[in-house]
């Protein structure tokens, strides 16, 4: 069974620009979260989608967003790109919601120069 | 709100010795906890979790922990340390009903020497 797939693995931008990630649940996987991961603030949640609805939401501010489609995969979008963005992003599925039961992907690495 | 603290960002043990990671946490509602385990250039992997029931809950490769409510805690152990436990590790919380949005930890970072 294949685990869940972040695409691209590693990127680099520049100040300003927008950026957009993605990922593919594990199969029958409905519920898909976002975290940021970086040295400084650790892990944080980002956003919650289960049938292409958002969830829940962290505390981030708009230039983040993200869906969900149909079939479950997800992408998640950064505009107008800081440097403080530069971080891991981390995708992770769920076969329900509440359950906290995660399997996360590898990440995608963001640098922001 | 929930949040968690893990104390000692890293912990060094020798191979075969006991493993303590500690853990506590704060919620205003009865919590879930899980610890996920990190290993280098990978994602979190679930090791176990505690949501109603038995207080002493068993995860995967050895590892176990204990759900104090009177204490706050839920620290990770096991019993021998191996050279491939060698990561970091997370504790998480969340409540019931609020979806797959967990509250991690800072981690704490393992090493095991020979």
């Known amino acids: 069974k294949a685990g869940v797939t972040q695409t691209p693995r590693y990127l680099i931008k520049t100040r300003g620009q927008q950026v957009t990630l993605s990922c593919s649940p594990i199969?029958?996987?409905?519920?898909v979260s976002w975290y940021q991961q970086t040295p400084g603030q650790g892990l944080q949640f980002l956003f919650e989608?289960?049938?292409?609805?958002?969830?829940n939401k962290g505390n981030f501010p708009g230039r983040f967003s993200g869906r969900q489609f149909s079939n479950s995969r997800s992408e998640m979008n950064v505009s107008t790109l800081e440097l403080g963005d530069s971080a891991l992003y981390l995708c992770?599925?769920?076969?329900?919601?509440?359950?906290?039961?995660?399997?996360f992907g590898e990440g995608s690495r963001l640098t922001v120069l | 709100a929930q949040s968690v603290t893990q104390l000692g960002s890293h912990v060094s043990v020798s191979e075969g010795a006991l493993v303590l990671l500690r853990c506590n946490y704060s919620?205003?509602?009865?919590?879930?906890l899980f610890w996920y385990v990190q290993y280098p250039n990978q994602g979190l992997q679930l090791l176990l979790k505690?949501?109603?029931?038995?207080?002493l809950v068993k995860g995967i490769n050895g590892f176990e922990a204990e759900f104090k409510k009177s204490e706050t805690s839920f620290h990770l152990t096991k019993p021998s340390a191996h050279m491939s436990d060698a990561a970091e590790y997370f504790c998480a919380v969340t409540r019931p009903g609020g979806g797959n949005k967990l509250t991690f930890g800072t981690g704490t970072q393992l090493k095991v020497e020979l």
């Open positions: 199969s029958g996987h409905r519920s």
């Open positions: 989608y289960f049938s292409e609805t958002q969830r």
């Open positions: 992770a599925s769920s076969k329900r919601e509440s359950t906290g039961e995660l399997f």
């Open positions: 505690y949501t109603t029931g038995a207080t």
């Open positions: 919620s205003s509602v009865p919590p879930y």
